[in-house]
Structure formats: structure tokens, C-alpha cells
């Protein structure tokens, strides 16, 4: 059994060297080296593609980091699963989109927003997702 003295000190010991923890975890993960977020390839065109994104509700339908609509593909990775000119044809129908059935937006975009979606589809697909890649939604796995 711990006298009271003991306690304290276990206790305050013992908040002291989590703490200290904490803090150099902290640290750790504020390194530069450590960035996941590809935060330096943010440029003004990766800014606008998200706007769109925002603007046009695309997560109504799609999930992107897993995050969104069940009804569409998850696209964090469709650059990496289409490629650019695949994407960009998508976003520049004028008809609604559907290989597969179900249909997407006609959105019938100009091409400097279609490279504006495709950049921030680019940055987006370029963080280190600690191996959330591998947990996408089962529509991103139908490949054709
Ligand atoms: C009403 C629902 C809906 C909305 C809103 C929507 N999409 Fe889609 N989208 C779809 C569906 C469904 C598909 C799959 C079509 C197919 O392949 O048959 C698709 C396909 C795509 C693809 C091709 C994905 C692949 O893996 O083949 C891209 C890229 C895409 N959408 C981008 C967007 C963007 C960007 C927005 C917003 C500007 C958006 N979508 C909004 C339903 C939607």
C-alpha cells in the first residue's frame, strides 16, 4: 500500500513523463520530414479544384478519404486508377457520365476548371495516407 506522500509522487511523477511524451511526439510529428499532408504542392489551381468540388457537392455522391456518398467511386486514388485524361474527359461531358450504370453529373466543365479538379485530385492522391488506401468504398474496385 502507497503512503500518501507515495501517491503524490507516483502521480505527479508519473503525469510528468507522459507529458514529456506528449510533448516530444508532438514534436516528432511537426517535423518537417514527417509532413503527410503534400502541403507544398498547394498551388492556386489545387485551391480552385476544391472550391469546385465544394461548390458542386460531388461528396453527395463520392467519397474522398473515405469520407461522402456511398452511391460513386471513391476518387482519394482515381489519378492513380485512370489517369488525368480519363478524369478530365468525365468532368468535360456533356453527357452524364455511365459505363457502369449508375450515372454521373453532366457537368459539361471548360477545360481550365476540368485541370483545376484534376490538380486537386493530384495533391489529394499524393498524401500519406498511413495505408488508408486500401480501404476504399467496393465501387472504386470495379476497375473497367
Ligand atoms: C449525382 C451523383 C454524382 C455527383 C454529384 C458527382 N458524381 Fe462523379 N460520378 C458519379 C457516378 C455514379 C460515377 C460512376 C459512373 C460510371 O463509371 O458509370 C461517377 C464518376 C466520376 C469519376 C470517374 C471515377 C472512376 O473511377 O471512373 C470522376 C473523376 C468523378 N465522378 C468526379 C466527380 C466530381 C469532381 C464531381 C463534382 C464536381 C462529381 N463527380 C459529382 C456520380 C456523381
Redesign the pocket.
Known amino acids: 500500500m502507497l503512503s500518501k506522500s507515495q501517491a503524490r509522487a507516483f502521480f505527479l511523477g508519473g503525469t510528468l513523463v507522459t507529458f514529456l511524451i506528449f510533448i516530444g511526439l508532438t514534436i516528432y510529428s511537426f517535423m518537417p520530414s514527417n509532413d503527410q499532408t503534400n502541403y507544398a504542392s498547394i498551388d492556386k489551381n489545387v485551391v480552385r479544384g476544391k472550391e469546385?468540388?465544394e461548390s458542386?457537392?460531388?461528396m453527395?455522391?463520392?467519397t474522398i478519404l473515405g469520407e461522402g456518398?456511398y452511391?460513386?467511386?471513391e476518387?482519394t486514388k482515381?489519378i492513380d486508377?485512370?489517369g488525368d485524361a480519363?478524369?478530365k474527359i468525365?468532368?468535360m461531358s456533356k453527357q452524364p457520365?455511365?459505363?457502369?450504370?449508375?450515372?454521373?453529373?453532366a457537368?459539361g466543365m471548360n477545360e481550365a476548371d476540368a485541370d483545376a479538379?484534376v490538380a486537386y485530385?493530384k495533391w489529394i492522391g499524393k498524401i500519406d495516407l498511413n495505408g488508408f488506401d486500401r480501404v476504399v468504398s467496393p465501387?472504386?474496385k470495379v476497375k473497367n
Open positions: 469546385i468540388w458542386n457537392n460531388c453527395g455522391c463520392h456518398g452511391y460513386a467511386p476518387l482515381v486508377r485512370r480519363y478524369v468525365v468532368l457520365w455511365q459505363p457502369r450504370g449508375r450515372k454521373m453529373v457537368y479538379v485530385f465501387l472504386s
